[in-house]
């Protein structure tokens, strides 16, 4: 089993719907969880972060966290193409510095 | 400048060959993290800096990886004898303390695209 899994896609979603990216995490000790949006051909830039199980809401982005059941998701309102990327999931592992990174979602917004 | 860089942005090099990466961090950030991504995966860590010291290499592949960060800020990536299973993106992030476990967030460079042949 994977420390980090995420359904590899491609997620086809309509433009104004809402998108729904999920991940789980093996390591119950883990503390803090992200997300992070990819580009093709470019780095990964940090969307959201969550620490609390609950929601998190950031404009139309929100981050659910399950600790649980192992488990955090990003839901993203109102998709818009530019939303269109691969959505990384990463967890902390048991240090402060490490990050354990998902394969990553390719989500496609379609107009 | 104001964001994290890596050169070259590309390197096509031979089976066999040695090749150094690049990465300048932001300026006084005291972490720096490389990765290598493949195709269709997520970022996967190589080796973690913390000042001039290399405080977690456990990523490393093997012994024909090498990296250094000497005065604490550029920081080079070594790669020895390079194979074809080398080809990757190799990524390079720095963050202000090294908490990114914490929530600190990790400014990532454009990458380097080595393609071994």
């Known amino acids: 089993q994977k420390e980090v899994e995420q359904n590899s896609g491609p997620l086809s979603v309509p433009e104004g719907a809402i998108a729904s990216l999920n991940c789980t995490y093996s390591d119950r000790v883990s503390q803090s969880f992200f997300w992070y949006r990819q580009y093709s051909g470019k780095s990964p830039e940090l969307i959201m972060s969550?620490?609390s199980n609950g929601d998190k809401e950031d404009g139309r982005f929100t981050a659910q966290l399950n600790k649980a059941s192992q488990y955090v998701s990003l839901l993203i309102r109102d998709s818009q193409p530019s939303d269109s990327a691969t959505y990384l999931c990463?967890?902390?592992?048991?240090?402060?510095?490490?990050?354990?990174w998902g394969a990553g979602t390719k989500l496609i917004i379609k107009p | 400048g104001a964001g994290v860089s890596q050169t070259p942005s590309n390197k096509v090099t031979e089976k066999g060959k040695y090749v150094e990466l690049r990465c300048d961090p932001i300026s006084g950030h005291t972490a720096l993290y490389w990765y290598r991504q493949s195709l269709g995966q997520g970022p996967e860590f190589l080796i973690y800096?913390?000042?001039?010291?290399?405080?977690?290499d456990s990523g490393l592949p093997n012994d024909r990886f090498f990296a250094v960060r000497p005065e604490g800020s550029v920081s080079t990536l070594k790669i020895q004898r390079t194979e074809r299973g080398d080809s990757a993106v190799y990524l390079c992030?720095?963050?202000?303390?090294?908490?990114?476990?914490?929530?600190?967030?990790?400014?990532f460079g454009p990458g380097t695209r080595l393609l071994v042949l």
């Open positions: 969550i620490y």
């Open positions: 990463a967890v902390n592992r048991d240090s402060n510095y490490q990050l354990i």
């Open positions: 992030a720095s963050s202000p303390t090294g908490l990114a476990g914490l929530g600190e967030t990790q400014y």
């Open positions: 800096f913390q000042g001039t010291g290399a405080a977690d």
